[in-house]
């Protein structure tokens, strides 16, 4: 059990963030185990592997930073985003500005994962940095680009959802729904965890939530000094990320047109109007001339998330739903 003792200063000073390269590198440990342990991920899995036999690249330096199963996994290779926007290139620019010495650090450990690429690496650091950073840039095109706006969506929904617990109950509201496994208690976060027995204090420098579609089902965190304190968790509805979504009922197509009944079931998770569009196969003008249609009469809001506009179901939505789904049962 990990227990994390917060300061008023440290619910002050709770934040979140996304972070594209603790994906790629969480994504890593999937494609490394057993397909069994994490049938939730097959169907991405399957497609990853062959998208990266077809374009021949030599992933190994990446594969060997990560060990199966993942104990420990040198802090250096994904470290806690500095900004909020999930933006690959500035953490690759940090990864790339690594200070040597913890390069060496990181892979110097008495459980850090061990190979004669890492050894080059540890051997090299800038150059090995260099090279590092440029395949995860290969790796993510290839097997993490094209479902990236997909999962951003459902990442940015979850923040979402928990800045609207926070705004109806407060800190202690937000602490205490992220994860099974986490749990609040006054002034304590714990966190159980396989491996981790220990009590930190985060000493006023808060704590970092990052949403993480890959951790899911454990929940990672970093509490190593030197490093802004970090839990990545699963976020709401990642259960349903790769599923094929099913067809609309009849009768509540009926009633408000197929295509706006297919876009009220598709936002079982806050989306935006590219994704939907993705999603359906309808065209972006096409899928906003709908949302403006549901947003007046009041079954769907927008909620801006940077450069994004993430729409949601209301209330009266849910109903309706509920009500069509009964009525296709009687």
């Known amino acids: 059990m990990l227990e994390l003792e917060f300061t008023a200063r440290d619910v ?28 939730l991920f097959r169907p991405w899995a399957e497609q990853a592997r062959r998208r990266l036999a077809a374009a021949g690249l030599d992933w190994g ?28 290139g500035v953490e690759l620019a940090v990864l790339r500005a690594t200070p040597v010495e913890q390069v060496r650090s990181g892979l110097g450990g008495r ?35 094209p479902y990236w706006p997909r999962m951003r969506s459902l990442l940015e929904g979850d923040v979402l959802h928990r800045a609207r617990l926070l705004a109806e109950g407060g800190a202690d509201r937000l602490l ?33 939530l990052v949403p993480s579609v890959f951790a899911w089902p454990r929940v990672f965190s970093i509490t190593a000094p030197g490093w802004q304190p970090t839990l990545r968790y699963p976020p709401r509805g990642v259960a349903t990320l790769w599923e094929r979504r099913t067809a609309v009922t009849e009768p509540l197509a009926a ?54 506009v993430l729409y949601t179901r209301t209330e009266a939505a849910e109903v309706l739903l509920t009500a069509a789904a009964e009525g296709l049962r009687h």
């Open 176 to 208: 205490s729904d992220l994860d099974p496994a986490v749990g609040w208690d006054t002034d304590t976060l714990r966190v159980r965890h396989l491996h981790a027995r220990d009590t930190r204090r985060l000493d006023g420098r808060g704590l970092l």
């Open 61 to 88: 330096l990446l594969a060997d930073l990560v060990p199966a199963p993942p104990r420990t996994i040198p802090l250096f290779v994904a470290p806690p985003p500095t900004t909020p926007l999930a933006d690959l």
């Open 12 to 39: 002050a000073r709770t934040r979140f963030a996304l972070s594209p390269l603790w994906e790629v590198v969480a994504g890593v440990r999937i494609l490394k185990n057993d397909p069994g342990e994490y049938g």
């Open 255 to 308: 009633v408000i047109g197929r295509g706006r009944a297919r876009l009220l079931a598709e936002l079982d998770t806050p989306a935006s109007t590219t994704e939907l569009a993705h999603r359906t196969g309808m065209t972006p003008g096409g899928v906003s001339q709908h949302l403006t249609v549901l947003r007046s009469a009041g079954l769907i809001d927008g909620h801006r998330t940077g450069r994004y």
């Open 111 to 145: 459980r850090a994962p061990r190979s004669a690429r890492l050894d080059a690496l540890r051997d090299d650091p800038r150059r090995g940095l260099a090279e590092l950073a440029e395949l995860i840039e290969a790796y993510w095109e290839i097997v993490l680009a």
